[in-house]
């Protein structure tokens, strides 16, 4: 049966977006060869929303945004939207070295990650 998920981030600069990923977030990793390097990524959940098009999108979770936010400007991160509350959590958006950007959100509604 399935027991994992692997998520891929396409970027312009992956060498600098692997290093964020190693040196600023702390995620430990392996080598898979030649320095493509793989973390390994905290407890995560899947939700499926409708939509007109097909896409997908990646958040980080936190438990305390605000906290979370304030360690990653720290480290010069730069901090891509507005922190918003919705119903469902408070998010807000981070820029990759590369260029990419990945969503950041603390939940406000109950998790499925420790299931």
Same mark, same amino acid.
């Given at each position: 049966?399935?027991?994992?998920?692997?998520?891929?981030?396409?970027?312009?600069?992956?060498?600098?977006?692997?290093?964020?990923?190693?040196? +600023?977030?702390?995620?430990?990793?392996?080598?898979? @060869?030649?320095?493509?390097? &793989?973390?390994?990524?905290?407890?995560? /959940? *899947?939700?499926?929303?409708?939509?007109?098009?097909?896409?997908?999108?990646?958040?980080?979770?936190?438990?305390?945004?605000?906290?979370?936010?304030?360690?990653?400007?720290?480290?010069?991160?730069?901090? +891509?939207?507005?922190?918003?509350?919705?119903?469902? @959590?408070?998010?807000?958006? &981070?820029?990759?070295?590369?260029?990419? /950007? *990945?969503?950041?959100?603390?939940?406000?509604?109950?998790?499925?990650?420790?299931?």
């Amino acid at each position: 049966m399935i027991n994992g998920a692997h998520v891929i981030i396409y970027s312009r600069d992956a060498e600098a977006d692997r290093d964020f990923f190693r040196d +600023v977030l702390g995620y430990p990793h392996v080598d898979a @060869g030649h320095g493509w390097l &793989i973390f390994k990524l905290p407890p995560a /959940e *899947v939700a499926v929303h409708p939509a007109e098009a097909e896409s997908h999108e990646l958040f980080l979770m936190c438990d305390d945004l605000e906290q979370t936010v304030a360690e990653l400007t720290a480290s010069g991160v730069e901090i +891509v939207k507005p922190v918003q509350e919705e119903r469902w @959590g408070i998010l807000t958006s &981070i820029r990759l070295p590369g260029g990419g /950007e *990945v969503g950041l959100y603390q939940p406000l509604h109950e998790t499925a990650y420790d299931l």
